[in-house]
């Protein structure tokens, strides 16, 4: 031992206050990024050696302070402190033995409607509770199970490394309690199979917002899986699917309408009534009208949920060209026939304006 007090220049009855205050002295002389003298590092090296070794810091398993041999086989074994920092998990780190929980998803089918106002819906999602039969101990006879073998029941192990010339530990979870501490053979409950918790159903109501699409989802906190007993529980993730509507199409946060046109208003003009999501308005067209003139009517769309604007509702005009082979040959009252022909698409405006009228 008396090498490692003449490294610091200290006397072999030094006290831990001299070893310390020359090791801070001596660190900061030849430390490497001060001093750049070639052989600055190796005499840092052996300056933090001895003082680890001399206040009982740096002994290895192998080591012992009865046996040179040992403490010379070991002296480049030197624990810096950002490689311990860098390399073990911290105590302040969530506890191995309570895992986070399971999430899970679903998808449900919501109407324009729904979407355009929001809406409050019920609906049933996987769930899983605690097993009754073995309290959450997974055995057959409901007692705990043992402790593991292979960490003692810590939920970690420690695994030296070597980087460079230098050693350090390591601490990881159990590869095979995977952190539960507890051993992983042991009779399994008949109940729930050995999970420690049993499926089940769970009907809850949520409340869906004005403006949810397609791309969309909700997430519930504390409504998903546990993936252990008494884990902490997942989140529920709601996926969202929009029923494709007989009259509107959605084009971002806007509504489209396409409104076909008897050819008889398309050549005189007039006024029509069309339906919104926020009922039926009325609008005035000129004579002459062609296929695909669209009015943009702001404010009548869907609602943005992150800027809270609303998109714009489009009133697009459609005509269908008549299909007279030989018109010099077709009679008038053929004409004026196809002028007033019954056009099954506005027949489904009609019956929406009235079924929806407030």
Known sequence: MKKYYDILNLNTNATQDE???AYRNLSKKYHPDINKDKDSENKFKEIKNAYEILTNKSKSPFQS????????????????????????????????????GTDSQIKI????EESFNGCRKKIDIDWNDVCNKCNGNKTIDG??????????????????????NNFVGIKQRCFDCQGSKKSSIYDRCT??????????????TIDIPAGTKNEHCLIIKNYGLLSEPYSYRGSLIVNFEIKKHDLFT???????????????????????????????????????ICSGEKVVLPGLGLLDPSSRKTGDF?????????????????????????????????????????????
């Open 314 to 358: 489009i009133l697009e005009f459609t005509l269908e060209t008549p299909k007279i082979e030989n018109i010099q040959n077709c009679a008038i009252s053929d004409v004026d026939l196809y002028l007033n022909k019954t056009i099954v698409d506005r027949e489904k405006i009609d019956k929406y304006i009235k079924e929806n009228k407030k």
């Open 250 to 288: 959605v084009e971002g946060f806007s509504l489209r309408l396409k409104f076909p046109l008897y050819w008889k208003e398309a050549l005189l003009g007039g006024e029509i009534e069309f339906p919104t999501l926020k009922g039926s308005f009325k609008q005035k067209f000129e004579p002459f």
């Open 191 to 204: 109940s729930c199979n050995g999970r420690g918790f049993v499926k089940s159903t769970k009907n809850i």
């Open 109 to 112: 089918e919501i109407t324009l």
């Open 143 to 164: 007692s705990p199970i043992e402790a593991c073998g292979h960490c003692s029941g810590n939920g970690y192990t420690y695994q030296r490394k070597s980087i460079g």
């Open 19 to 21: 070893i310390k205050s």
């Open 65 to 100: 302070s009865n046996n040179s041999y040992y403490e010379a086989k070991y002296t480049n074994e030197v624990k810096f402190d950002f490689f311990n920092d860098l390399f073990t998990y911290n105590d302040s780190y969530p506890n191995f033995s309570k895992p986070p």
